[in-house]
């Protein structure tokens, strides 16, 4: 049997792990939710995920830190920005570091979904993304 | 996945520019061929849409600012919806002043420059060298006013683009291949932010199109089929003006909440 995708949800606003990771759950997904970047990125060190999704805006380190620090440890992990504060730059900046894909809040969990399908197809491990609507998540 | 927009001061050489990029990089081409098509779904003449994308409103041509406000609305709806296919070469459209804050869409400014830009104006018109550089200037002088009044962005202003390539110290088969090298940088590959972002641009640019057809002076915003329509009406026509908007935006594939800000025309007011 295929194992689950192991995805860590990093966002300093528990509302955003709250309503995310049961959307995640529900396609299957093996889902660690952190608010704090710190502890996030001390787990990071000791597990290799498949898949990070990280808040940009962060008080003690910003999510393009974070994807730094994914992408020296585990070059295989692909990681998602998610972000209230989005613009043309922060996009390109980000694509230029190598993130797999960027998404701007508000968002339905059902677009992290197809988001993380694609990601998992990217890694050979394809997953059924499928799953009722949901609410949005909040900026 | 991405769009390439090129502009240059010399449309020969950027057609010619634009036709090597697309077959090397094996994109579809997005120019002027669409007008008939444009002209058909909005009903207008073919003619009208060329002359708004090369002139400004001028009463010897019977064109007024509402008229031509309206074809280019008619064209930038289009435009933009056809850029939703992705992997495409544009040029002649005049998408480089109105795609804006799409991080997949890399806009490009070919200078033909002294050498083979005004040669080929020389040779194309039958003039001198010289008399081919005022001319150059005079063509330039007239887009910069027509591309501020159209989307009061200036064309000629060089920050504006992602790449500037000068064709007199780059030659064109190099040029080609620095457009196609750079159109592989992950900065302007294709992602959920930026699709959302030309969705959003598309679906403004629609509504705006629509409200044009019987309506001046409306701006039009939108985010995830929710779209912000800004106008001006005296305080007698607030009412009929909001419902009207509302109507018609409401019509718009896509469009799934109106919301209408009306503010004081004081000039109506005091009439």
């Not at chain 1, 962060?58 to 920005?81: F, N, S």
Request: proline letters at 3%.
């Amino acid at each position: 049997m295929a194992r689950s995708l192991e995805v860590l949800l990093l966002d300093d606003e528990p509302i955003v792990g709250r309503r995310l990771k049961p959307a995640l759950d529900k396609i299957g997904c093996q889902v660690e939710v952190f608010e704090n970047p710190k502890e996030a990125v001390a787990r990071i060190d000791q597990k290799e995920f498949d898949i990070v999704v990280t808040d940009i805006r962060m008080e003690e380190m910003d999510g393009i830190a974070v994807l730094e620090h994914v992408q020296k440890k585990w070059p295989r992990t692909k990681v998602i920005l998610i972000t209230g504060y989005a613009k043309m730059d922060l996009a390109r900046e980000a694509m230029g570091k190598g993130v797999f894909d960027f998404i701007a809040k508000p968002f339905r969990p059902d677009d992290l979904r197809r988001i993380i399908a694609s990601a998992a197809e990217a890694l050979g491990m394809p997953i059924d993304a499928a799953s009722p609507n949901d609410e949005t998540v909040a900026e | 996945m991405s769009i390439i927009i090129i502009s240059s001061d010399v449309r020969e050489i950027e057609e010619m520019i634009v036709g090597k990029v697309a077959e090397e990089k094996g994109y579809g081409r997005l120019d002027r061929r669409i007008i008939n098509d444009v002209a058909a779904r909005h009903q207008v003449e073919p003619g009208r849409l060329i002359e708004a994308l090369e002139t400004t409103p001028s009463l010897f041509r019977k064109l007024s600012s509402r008229q031509w406000r309206y074809y280019l609305s008619c064209i930038e709806a289009d435009v933009l919806e056809r850029l939703l296919a992705d992997n495409l070469v544009c040029w002649g459209l005049a998408a480089h002043l109105y795609v804006t804050d799409i991080s997949h869409a890399m806009k490009i400014r070919v200078l033909a420059g002294k050498s083979s830009g005004l040669a080929k104006i020389a040779e194309e018109r039958g003039i001198s060298l010289q008399r081919a550089e005022t001319y150059r200037d005079d063509e330039m002088a007239r887009r910069k006013k027509w591309s501020l009044a159209a989307f009061n962005q200036d064309e000629t202003d060089l920050s504006r683009y992602d790449l500037v390539i000068s064709l007199d110290q780059i030659d064109p088969v190099e040029t080609v291949r620095t457009i196609t090298g750079a159109s592989e940088y992950r900065k302007f590959q294709v992602m959920t932010y930026s699709m959302k972002c030309l969705t959003d641009l598309a679906l403004a640019a629609k509504v705006h199109a629509v409200l044009l057809k019987s309506m001046a002076d409306v701006k039009v915003q939108a985010r995830d089929g929710s779209v912000v329509v800004s106008t001006r009406a005296s305080t007698r026509q607030k009412r009929k003006k909001t419902e009207t908007i509302k109507a018609l935006a409401g019509q718009v594939d896509g469009v799934g909440y109106v919301e209408v800000h009306v503010k004081k025309n004081f000039l109506k007011e005091t009439a």
